[in-house]
């Protein structure tokens, strides 16, 4: 069967944007999209888009154009932008389309993801004794798994040093400037064992991406690049999610090796064949977490691979390039799709100064939220 | 009236246990029981020591709707654990009578309660779960 392509890639600079609304973010990141694909709105025959907190992602045709195309809205917490874009796959595979567009945008204000206990199915009283904060959640994950794996509380300093590093050279991200390992491991604590540094902020932020038929995208004469799997899956039993009142005595598997694991057999790939890769890091706990989740090491051995740099730019296999959620910050809708973003630029080889070098082939995204979902996708030039 | 648990099937009338749910057919127990009736879940009365098998500090006075006190002046950073009951389910819970710095993964500890506010008058109080290091252990 023939693939998927991305033909066309916009993005609304991630951080605060004041006076500029998210949807309008939005529109930006469309019209960036649409510019690098040398199309017009009116060529584009359907969407899926979507965002948390800033409207209808359809109510966007009234800017774009009224050209009665298909809009799909997306609602999927974290995953949104990972859905929307499987949706856009899915429709242009099924044959009905030849043409169309993932969008996620949002603008959430500081400190937002106030969250009650109702929607989560708790008790008042869950929330009333303090226990509805992500953060707890996070630190007692990642608590864990360094006593389970033996990895150093340096180590976590060690990913948010690197986000930030790599921040420094792109573009789109929100946080510009170097923080060195001994001020994040002595900034003030916010749940044990993460400290202000190591957590991604609320933000604000937009993407679009054009996909395209094989047949279509070769007519259309630029850059092509294949999606070769695009996989969205829900967590198994005796997972480690958000907000739980209690969890299971027998530990189970994640939303994301599963995911992962489908993804891979899609494309064909395994972990080794991967060139460069964007993971979920809300925490540097997460990428950590994630780094093995998606096969990519054995848990424990993130260690050394910090240490050693295999997962910075010029490193076996970089990991975060555009510096992740932790210098792009999270709006909830656009975050899945910034990652692929980012793969778009490093597989065409026009990022610039944070240039994965290396000439890379195949480039792997992963996104995970609450409460236990993930999606991922591989791309190949 | 002395002080009160912060809710109702939270813990046993005496106090001495906390109220979790068991699922008839399949066996699974979870924590806490749920709001609304189920011919499926029954309570159970859960385990009262346990093993801590994670935690977390909370560094900071959180927002609503946490109902204890946020003045950043007076507040103390408090441990947060899934403490493992062995052949039940690892209850979420505060931990008290050690210091937060001193909270080891694997410690044993046992149910008490503490009130949510500790400078509340004392017919205010509303009482919380919280599990404390076992004695002479």
């Not at chain 1, 019209?31 to 888009?49: P, R």
């Not at chain 2, 050690?98 to 949510?116: C, S």
């Given at each position: 069967?023939s ?29 960036q999209a649409?510019?690098d694909?040398g199309?017009?709105?009116k ?9 948390a ?39 242009i ?9 993932a ?17 989560y ?7 009333e004794?303090g ?11 990642i ?5 389970e ?18 921040g ?7 946080r ?17 064992p ?9 933000a ?6 054009i ?7 070769k ?15 829900t ?39 991967i060139?460069?890769a ?36 010029n ?7 555009d510096?992740?959620?932790?210098a792009?910050?999270e ?15 490093q ?22 939220g ?12 | 009236?002395?002080?009160q ?18 699922n ?24 009262s ?18 109902a ?39 410690m044993?500890?046992e ?15 509303k ?11």
């Amino acid at each position: 069967m023939s693939d998927v392509c991305i033909v066309g890639a916009g993005i609304h600079p991630f951080g605060r944007t004041e006076g500029r609304d998210g949807m309008d973010q939005g529109i930006f990141a469309v019209k960036q999209a649409l510019a690098d694909s040398g199309i017009e709105w009116k060529d584009v025959e359907f969407a899926f888009g979507g965002s948390a907190a800033s409207g209808n992602a359809d109510n966007m045709v009234s800017q774009l154009g009224l050209t009665g195309i298909q809009f799909i809205n997306v609602s999927n917490g974290c995953a949104t932008g990972g859905s929307a874009l499987n949706a856009a796959v899915s429709a242009i595979k099924s044959g009905e389309y030849e043409m169309g567009m993932a969008v996620g945008f949002d603008k959430h204000p500081r400190g937002a993801f106030n969250a009650d206990p109702s929607s989560y199915g708790l008790p008042n009283w869950y929330g009333e004794a303090g226990y509805m904060l992500t953060v707890q959640f996070f630190g007692a994950k990642i608590m864990r798994y360094l006593h389970e794996h033996n990895i150093s509380r340096e180590t976590l300093g060690r990913v948010a040093e690197k986000a930030f590093r790599n921040g420094v050279k792109t573009d789109h991200a929100w946080r510009r400037s170097e923080v060195d390992l001994e001020t994040i491991m002595n900034a003030p604590m916010i749940c044990d064992p993460l400290t202000k540094y190591m957590f991604c902020s609320p933000a604000e932020g937009a993407v679009a991406l054009i996909l395209a038929s094989e047949k279509k995208a070769k007519e259309l004469g630029v850059p092509i690049i294949r999606l070769k799997s695009s996989v969205m899956r829900t967590r198994p039993p005796g997972s480690f999610e958000v907000f739980a009142a209690s969890i299971d005595n027998e530990r189970g598997g994640t939303a994301t090796e599963i995911a992962s694991k489908a993804a891979f057999e899609q494309a064909g790939m395994g972990p080794e064949d991967i060139d460069i890769a964007q993971l979920q890091d809300t925490e540097s706990g997460a990428e950590i977490m994630h780094m093995a989740e998606n096969g990519f090491c054995k848990p424990g051995d993130q260690e050394q691979w910090l240490l050693e740099g295999w997962s910075e730019i010029n490193g076996k296999l970089p990991i975060n390039t555009d510096g992740g959620c932790l210098a792009c910050g999270e709006p909830i809708g656009a975050s899945g799709l910034r990652q692929v973003y980012e793969n778009v630029v490093q597989l065409r080889g026009t990022a610039g100064a944070r240039q994965v070098p290396g000439d890379p082939k195949t480039a792997y995204t992963q996104v995970y939220g609450a409460p236990g979902v993930s999606a991922v996708t591989i791309l190949q030039r | 009236m002395s002080a009160q648990p912060i809710a109702d099937n939270l813990f046993t009338e005496d106090m001495s246990a906390l109220v979790g749910a068991r699922n008839r057919e399949t066996g699974h127990i979870f924590f806490p029981l749920p709001l609304t009736p189920d011919d499926n879940i029954e309570p159970i009365r859960l385990a009262s020591r346990g093993t801590v098998w994670t935690y977390t500090v909370q560094r900071f006075p959180p927002k609503a709707p946490y109902a204890g006190p946020t003045d950043p002046e007076k507040f103390k950073p408090y441990a947060v654990a899934y403490v493992s009951l062995p052949g039940q389910t690892m209850v979420e819970t505060r931990l008290t009578g050690v210091d937060v710095d001193d909270v080891k993964i694997g410690m044993e500890v046992e149910l008490t309660a503490i009130p949510l506010d500790p400078d509340a008058p004392p017919e205010e109080q509303k009482l919380i779960h919280a599990f404390k290091p076992v004695q002479g252990e």
